[in-house]
């Protein structure tokens, strides 16, 4: 059964940096793709960026060159470090699973909420 579990998420200052992490049993990070995602109040549910089972990496625009996603296999952790964080990064961030063959992605964590202040 897959478990999926965020952590480190706080409340954090304009130009700020924090690191997430999401604690993953029931998988191997050699046979899915790993993904945070976000949701910010009253908006959709965005893509942050991934970690393909190849270790290819995507960004959202959004992401690029501030965020980093990374990965340790053999504690089954999924990071993602965040740098020079603004007051529109303020949302819950997920961590979501699939495998490597699925479109969708099957498993998601429960969030944990970054607010950025200024």
């Known amino acids: 059964q897959v478990q999926l579990v965020e952590s480190g998420g706080a409340l954090v200052q304009v130009g700020g940096s924090r690191r997430l992490s999401c604690s993953a049993s029931g998988l191997t990070f050699s046979n899915y793709n790993m993904a945070w995602f976000r949701q910010a109040p009253g908006q959709e549910r965005e893509f942050v960026g991934s970690l393909r089972w190849t270790g290819n990496i995507i960004y959202a625009d959004s992401s690029k060159g501030r965020f980093t996603i990374s990965r340790d296999s053999a504690k089954n952790i999924l990071y993602l470090q965040m740098n020079s964080l603004k007051p529109e990064d303020t949302a819950v961030y997920y961590c979501?699973?699939?495998?490597?063959?699925?479109?969708?992605?099957?498993?998601w964590g429960q969030g944990t909420q970054v607010t950025v202040s200024s």
């Open positions: 979501a699973a699939k495998r490597k063959l699925s479109a969708t992605y099957d498993y």
